[in-house]
C-alpha cells in the first residue's frame, strides 16, 4: 500500500511538472506573439517615428550656404588654373609655329640657330608640362583639403543638432551608405540644411 501510495505521488507529480512546463510555454510563446505583433503595429502606425534618421548628402551639399561657398571657391581656382595653363600653352604653340615657317621660309643664319630655337622650344614645352602637373596636385590637394573641411565641419554641427533631437542613429544616404530603403518620415535633410544654414557666418570676400 504505501509503495502504491509513493507510485501514485510520483505520477502526480510528473504530471504536474508536464501540466507546468507546457503552461510555461504556452506563456512564453504568448508573450513573445503579442511582442511581435506590438511591434509590427508599432512600425506600421505611420505616426511613431523611432529616434533614427538620415540625410540626403547631394541635396545637403545642393543647398547648405557653407559648401556652395567652398565649391564656387575650388571653381575659381580651377578657372584660375585652366587660364594660367592655356596661357602657357599658347605661348608654346606660338614658338613651335614660328619655329616653323622660320625653318621652311629658312630665315635662321645657321644650322646651329636653328637647333639653338628648337632647344628652346623644347625646354618651354617642358617647363609646360611640369607646371601643369604641379598645378594640377595643387588643385587636387586644395580639393581634399575642403572635403575634409567640409566634412569635420558637419560632423561637428550634426552633435550640436542632435542635443536636442535625441536621434540614437543618423545615416547618410551615400552610394557608401547601408540605407538601401527607408520611409521619407526619417528623412530629416531640411532640418539639418536650416540648422547647418542658421549656423554659418560666410567670411566677407567669399
Do not use: C, H, W
Not at 614660328?98 to 621652311?104: C, G, S, Y
Not at 625646354?123 to 601643369?132: F, K, P, R
Not at 540605407?179 to 570676400?205: E, H, W
Amino acid at each position: 500500500m504505501k509503495n502504491s501510495s509513493f507510485y501514485i505521488a510520483g505520477g502526480v507529480l510528473t504530471v504536474a511538472i508536464i501540466v507546468l512546463y507546457i503552461l510555461l510555454f504556452t506563456y512564453k510563446s504568448s508573450v513573445k506573439g503579442n511582442a511581435e505583433r506590438n511591434l509590427s503595429s508599432l512600425l506600421s502606425d505611420s505616426s511613431v517615428t523611432l529616434p533614427i534618421g538620415y540625410v540626403n548628402v547631394d541635396s545637403l551639399l545642393m543647398n547648405y550656404n557653407f559648401a556652395k561657398d567652398l565649391n564656387e571657391s575650388l571653381l575659381r581656382k580651377q578657372e584660375s588654373t585652366r587660364a594660367t595653363l592655356n596661357q602657357k600653352e599658347g605661348q608654346v604653340r606660338s614658338a613651335a609655329a614660328d619655329f616653323e615657317r622660320r625653318l621652311r621660309n629658312n630665315a635662321f643664319l645657321s644650322e646651329e640657330k636653328a637647333q639653338q630655337e628648337q632647344t628652346r622650344i623644347l625646354q618651354m614645352d617642358q617647363e609646360y608640362q611640369q607646371l601643369a602637373e604641379r598645378l594640377t596636385q595643387e588643385f587636387m590637394l586644395e580639393q581634399e583639403k575642403m572635403n575634409i573641411q567640409m566634412e569635420d565641419t558637419i560632423k561637428a554641427r550634426m552633435k550640436e543638432f542632435n542635443l536636442d533631437k535625441n536621434y540614437e542613429i543618423i545615416f547618410s544616404n551615400r552610394t557608401t551608405s547601408t540605407i538601401l530603403f527607408a520611409d521619407k518620415k526619417y528623412d530629416i535633410t531640411r532640418d539639418v540644411i536650416d540648422f547647418l544654414n542658421g549656423k554659418y557666418a560666410p567670411v566677407s570676400g567669399n
